[in-house]
């Protein structure tokens, strides 16, 4: 039965997809089917959203994980036969794609950020390539097409509560063979750099931890967040993983971006498109960052960064 | 004692593209490399033969001159390689790839881990280590930060999700994409690059292997993005900063 289905693990994110769900099916006359873990709310509000199904997944066992439901999911793919499968872009997200994929045989589009169906029905993705250098337009010949979209991608969809649909619930899978034996929360950021008016990123070329209140005493002045690259979050776990600007972090479209000891590789690059103004202080005349920059300081950040705070509190009165 | 086969592609080094005329992609300057987190596992699979003894693989499939690649990655720890190397090997997409090393280590190679990189740097479709898992019909533990082989034999895994870290264990023989974080790569010496010349390297023909299959995903089509702009550069003397500031200024974006 044609259809499209969406498939995320966190109420939020399964909105986000119920948009652009409800985008591609409502012209052809579709359904839309929600598959998202029961969290004690009766899925009404996947209704709302835009989902004629909705598909409760029963809570797991402590020590399972989102593989498990699997073999069921992919069984009830391959019943239902819907055209084409939406999941978000979390790490779970993506692996689970992959095998779903895989085990359907069909093709799935990666961190997909758009979609659209052209007039003969195929659906034609985009996607980032060669680390955000290039965008890459594909088609999936096989059914049914599938696509991971990072979280953001799509505003959440608008709650209808006039709509009707059905509700259904999944017993719970067999235990897989990986088994979960410990789960740590990781610290999260209070701020949302998504949404910052600026942003002062911190790279590589910064020193020490302690260092970052550099960036903070910056990012004060102009009333912006401080955010990172890749390195600094994943490798030093100097800040948190949701202040990771780029391909596989996030993007930001700030008025104002200053990199601090940032090189500038296309991977940071394409987080930072959107920004409006982008600065950089970088000691390397020669780093990309300076490519990719309105304007550029050459120097050294430790030299520079002082000067220039002073300089801004004289320019604002602050 | 385990049998670790770590997977790698040889990709364009993404930094020497450039944007050519209306919107295409230019790779007349290009240069190659191992994929960056590719390092990462192969790094891994010696690490965890140091520790455990055993052996290491080294796998890939691309075009013929990716035998480059192969060398390189023989010079960061790896016992022997293998190469599936053919022409038409050059555009894979995730599931050809995945059937491909699939199929050799199924057929010819002696596996309890096998070690993928997160994504490659080229495509970063995310996809060759699941998939892979997938064909061979063992579980995959993806994003992997921190990786043990415990005395009985069963793996340990610190897996990055969303909202912190998930430790699984799961019985070998087991698929793991790695992240970054989880080692730093060795930067091969002038004697590990003599020494990998001596190892064992077993070439694959296509014509050896099942017929590949046709790509899941076709692409209609590559546009390069737009990321560069006119930068003014200001030294770093106090004139320049206060110039800088006056540039900031009149942007309007301080206030
Ligand atoms: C598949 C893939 C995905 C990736 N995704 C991301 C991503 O989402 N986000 C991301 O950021 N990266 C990502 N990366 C990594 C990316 O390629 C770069 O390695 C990373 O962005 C570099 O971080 P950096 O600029 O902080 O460090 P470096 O590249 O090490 O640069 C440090 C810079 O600081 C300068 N410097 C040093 N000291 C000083 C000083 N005292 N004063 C001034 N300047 C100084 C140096 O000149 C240098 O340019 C990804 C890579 C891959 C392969």
């Known amino acids: 039965m044609p259809g499209v289905w969406i498939f995320a693990e966190k109420k939020d994110l399964a909105q986000e997809l119920l948009t652009i769900g409800r985008e591609l099916a409502s012209p052809i006359g579709v359904k839309v089917t929600a598959i998202v873990p029961d969290q004690g709310d009766q899925g009404d509000i996947y209704i709302a959203g835009g989902a004629d199904e909705v598909v409760l997944l029963s809570p797991l066992a402590e020590d399972m994980s989102l593989d498990a439901w699997l073999p069921v999911i992919a069984a009830e793919a391959k019943k239902a036969d819907p055209d084409l499968i939406l999941l978000a872009a979390t790490a779970r997200g993506k692996d689970f794609a992959a095998r779903l994929a895989a085990r359907l045989e069909t093709g799935l589009c990666s961190n997909c950020i758009a979609l659209h169906r052209e007039e003969n029905g195929t659906i034609v993705m985009e996607r980032l390539a060669y680390g955000g250098a290039a965008v890459q337009q594909v088609t999936c010949p096989t059914r049914p097409v599938i696509a991971t979209i990072p979280p953001r991608t799509f505003a959440p969809a608008p709650a209808d509560h006039g709509r009707l649909g059905e509700i259904r619930k999944l017993p719970p899978p067999p235990p897989s063979p990986v088994r979960v034996i410990a789960r740590k929360t990781k610290e999260r950021s209070s701020q949302d750099i998504t949404e910052a008016k600026a942003v002062i990123c911190v790279g590589r070329g910064m020193e020490k931890q302690e260092d970052i209140n550099i960036a903070r005493q910056l990012a004060d002045l102009v009333g912006g967040e401080v955010g990172c690259t890749r390195p600094i979050s994943e490798e030093l776990h100097w800040l948190p993983d949701d202040l990771c600007i780029g391909l596989s972090g996030v993007q930001v479209k700030p008025d104002l971006y200053i990199g601090l000891g940032v090189s500038g590789q296309i991977q940071h690059v394409t987080g930072i498109r959107g920004a409006r103004v982008i600065c950089a202080v970088n000691k390397d005349e020669n780093a990309p960052i300076f490519q990719a920059a309105d304007l550029g300081i050459v120097g050294d950040l430790y030299d520079v960064t002082p000067k220039l705070v002073e300089e801004l509190q004289k320019a604002t009165g602050r | ?255």
Not at chain 2, 33 to 59: C, M, P, Q, W
Not at chain 2, 103 to 118: A, F, K, Q
């Open chain 2, 1 to 255: 004692m385990p049998n670790i086969v770590a997977c790698f592609k040889w990709v364009i080094d993404e930094a020497y593209i450039r944007k050519g005329p209306s919107g295409t992609l230019d790779f007349s300057a290009v240069d190659y490399k191992i994929s960056d987190y590719d390092r990462n596992a192969i790094e891994e699979a010696a690490r965890l033969k140091g520790f455990h003894g055993g052996s290491v693989t080294v796998l890939t499939a691309g075009a013929p001159a990716a035998s480059k690649g192969v060398k390189d990655a023989l010079s960061r720890g790896a016992d022997q390689a293998f190469f599936a190397g053919d022409p038409t090997f050059n555009q894979l997409e995730s599931s050809q790839t995945a059937a491909i090393l699939g199929e050799i280590i199924r057929s010819r190679i002696p596996y309890d881990l096998i070690i993928c990189g997160e994504g490659s740097s080229d495509q970063y479709a995310q996809q060759v280590g699941p998939r892979l898992a997938e064909n061979l019909g063992i579980p995959c533990i993806s994003y992997v930060q921190k990786l043990t082989i415990g005395a009985d034999g069963r793996i340990i895994a610190e897996r990055r999700v969303e909202d912190g870290v998930e430790v699984v264990e799961a019985p070998l023989p087991v698929v793991v994409t790695v992240l970054p974080e989880i080692n730093t790569p060795r930067i091969p010496g002038v004697k590990d690059t003599l020494m990998a010349s001596k190892k064992p390297v077993v070439t694959i023909k296509k014509e050896e292997l099942p017929p590949v299959g046709a790509a899941r995903l076709q692409t209609l089509g590559m546009t390069a993005t737009r990321m560069e702009r006119n930068c003014e550069k200001f030294a770093a003397m106090p004139e320049g900063i206060a110039r800088f500031v006056e540039a900031l200024q009149k942007r309007g974006v301080i206030n």
